[in-house]
């Protein structure tokens, strides 16, 4: 199985890229969000899903090891695959996406392509549990390895404000859904510790 491909971005289509390595091109789908960072002749690494069917492998790129878990785990949901789960990861970054599940706001994952009303609330209502473990796992990931790009702050600082809230003892669920409220009112420029203070806040109502 292909886990990481690093090489040139040798072309960009509409919903997929071409990546040069030592010669092979290797045709990666991608998200909408994930193409409009890829630049023709630029190196870049992407994290890659392999689907092995009878008549085709397929290989979708992500920039970061989070987004290629939220790809696995969007597509648990009934009614969810490989499509709609790229459609909603071109439409919301890791981080709305887990700020949308943890205030329950599917309009937001609605936005997507292809995702209609009751497919939304049934995302959000599904991942609820599931959604502050993976905001947490991004704070040690690398968000891309793209040439000169690099994670939002407010990514990290939500990441970082959810574990410490967690090891003062609430529940993953709780602290995601605080800091969330948080980051809605002071937005991605919020450090950590107003977002902390801010969610225990949140968490004291």
């Known amino acids: ?10 072309a960009v289509g509409e919903g997929h890229a071409i990546i040069d390595v030592n010669g092979v091109g290797y045709e990666v ?7 409009r960072a890829l630049h023709t002749g630029e190196t870049v690494s992407l994290a890659i899903e392999t689907h092995v069917r009878e008549d085709a492998i397929r290989l979708f790129g992500f920039t970061s090891e989070v987004e290629r878990a939220w790809f696995r785990t969007l597509q648990t949901i009934q009614g969810v695959g490989a499509k709609v789960a790229l459609a909603v990861l071109g439409t919301l970054s890791p981080q709305d996406l887990a700020n949308a599940i943890a205030l329950q706001n599917w309009a937001a994952v609605e936005q997507s392509p292809g995702v209609g009303k009751k497919l939304a609330q049934r995302i959000v209502a599904e991942l609820k549990d599931k959604a ?12 891309a390895s793209l040439k000169g790009a690099s994670a939002p702050a407010g990514n990290d600082a ?16 709780q602290a995601s859904q605080a800091v969330a409220a948080a980051m809605a009112d002071f937005g991605d420029g919020a450090d950590t510790a107003k977002l902390i203070r801010r969610g225990l806040k949140e968490l004291a109502r």
Do not use: C
């Open 132 to 143: 502050p473990a993976l905001s947490v796992a991004g704070l040690n990931v690398p968000a």
């Open 29 to 35: 789908q991608a998200s909408a969000r994930t193409l």
């Open 1 to 10: 199985m292909i886990g990481k491909l690093k090489g040139v971005v040798d």
């Open 158 to 173: 939500a990441a970082e404000a959810i574990s410490a809230l967690t090891n003062l003892g609430y529940q993953p669920a």
